[in-house]
């Protein structure tokens, strides 16, 4: 009876003890749903973080009118949780894993002008973000003051897949001999550089039509082009265009498939209706149904045949894309945040963030592929930098560093699986 005893009161004090750490260990936070309403006075949208208990800490930031970006610090977890789908006001929602917690991006329309506010609700355990309406201009200036958040900065890049190694039966042959050709193409040693419109097609005249992007943007994909040469003497450089004319977007990714180039970069200038908006975009193909970037797939799809225009990419088109080139939309997305650094530390250029876009130049392309908003040409002092040399070498400086890193990440990849398939 003594020794049952003293066992019974050994078990109780262990599970007493264990509870006790249980309930002392910090417990996940659960965000199940994010979910948006109209304000009851009109004036605006709420977007609420549905946690089950008060997230750690956050922060809210606006880089464009157009979006707002925010940090959600702590153990979340996300598991099922059910996601806003697209809406007049707020087009799309992002969330991004990261080590502290998680990045999430705000698509707003551009019908609509909205500042962004962050706060708990009454109970303390909601988040709420209120988007308020306010004059375009000012918003266009409280936005300036902040830098796009890059959500891939500590992201590290996926190794090639291994080669496999296959035996023939009552051989001793292996697909190693036919692998290194194939292996041979993994080696980054040839890019397209797309200098978009051109010809009858000058893109956007800038402020006051004291400018065409299509010369603007020559010049940087020149000086880009020039750099490399210089820098990466084994890396062939191939232009889509190196003077005035006219090429077809179909054309344009038909040129790097047939080149069987590596990485395929096209550069363009942007626009706006307001002359106060600024900064640099980068661009990979995929779905991305905010209304500022409907606008630029109009305005960058836009495909002359005979002074016609052809029709745009469906949205079938890009899901059958994604669905095929999964891998290469991976790599693109990678290149976009590097040039998008690179924009905003060495051409210090403000960032207006990277994003998807059905883009027909891109589309075309079967190799990782990005277009790049090098500022907006109708804002006067960034139509200045961007048709200045100095300005011009310093964003073709910034696009070739990103192209450098990218590559030397492919060459390490590369040098590992040459050495995995000679052994």
């Not at 796009?148 to 035996?167: C, G, H, M, R």
Request: aromatic share 10%; with cysteine; glycine share 6%.
């Amino acid at each position: 009876m003594f020794k049952t005893h003293s066992w019974c009161t050994f078990s109780f004090v262990f599970l007493c003890s264990f509870l006790a750490l249980s309930s002392s260990l910090p417990a996940q936070n659960s965000l199940s749903r994010i979910s948006t309403v109209d304000r009851s006075d009109g004036k605006g949208v709420v977007i609420r973080y549905h946690f089950s208990e008060a997230v750690d800490s956050f922060e809210v930031i606006q880089p464009a009118p157009d979006l707002v970006q925010m940090v959600l610090y702590g153990d979340i977890d996300t598991t099922g949780i059910q996601m806003p789908g697209y809406g007049e006001k707020v087009n799309q929602v992002i969330l991004y894993k990261q080590d502290y917690g998680f990045g999430v991006d705000i698509y707003l329309s551009q019908d609509f002008s909205y500042i962004a506010d962050a706060y708990p609700d009454q109970n303390q355990t909601h988040l709420l973000v209120g988007l308020t309406e306010t004059d375009y201009n000012e918003l266009d200036a409280y936005s300036q003051q902040f830098i796009a958040k890059n959500w891939y900065e500590n992201f590290e890049p996926q190794e090639l897949p291994d080669p496999v190694s296959i035996t023939e039966t009552g051989s001793t042959t292996t697909i190693t001999d036919s692998y290194n050709p194939v292996r041979d193409k993994l080696k980054f040693d040839k890019i397209v550089i797309d200098a978009g419109h051109g010809g009858h097609d000058p893109g956007n005249l800038g402020y006051k039509k004291s400018a065409q992007e299509k010369d603007v943007v020559l010049s940087i994909a020149k000086k880009l082009g020039k750099y490399i040469e210089e820098n990466l003497p084994d890396v062939e450089v191939i232009y889509t265009r190196e003077t005035d004319e006219f090429v077809d977007l179909w054309e344009r990714g038909s040129i790097a498939n047939r080149a069987e180039a590596d990485l395929f970069v096209s550069i363009h200038a942007d626009a706006f209706t307001s002359s106060s908006v600024r900064g640099a975009s980068v661009f990979f193909l995929g779905l991305d149904r905010s209304d500022r970037s409907f606008e630029v797939m109009k305005e960058e799809n836009q495909i002359y045949a005979d002074h016609e225009v052809v029709q745009d990419l469906s949205e079938e088109d890009l899901i059958v894309y994604e669905l095929a080139h999964s891998g290469n939309i991976a790599n693109s997305e990678r290149i976009a945040y590097m040039v998008e650094d690179q924009l905003k530390n060495r051409a210090q250029r403000k960032s207006r963030g990277v994003r998807q876009k059905g883009l027909v130049v891109l589309y075309q392309s079967t190799m990782p592929a990005i277009l790049v908003e090098t500022g907006f040409l109708t804002n006067p002092a960034e139509k200045r930098y961007l048709t200045s040399d100095w300005g011009q070498s310093l964003i073709a400086s910034a696009i070739y560093r990103a192209i450098k890193q990218y590559k030397q990440e492919q060459d390490e990849s590369y040098s590992l699986k040459a050495t995995s398939a000679n052994d």
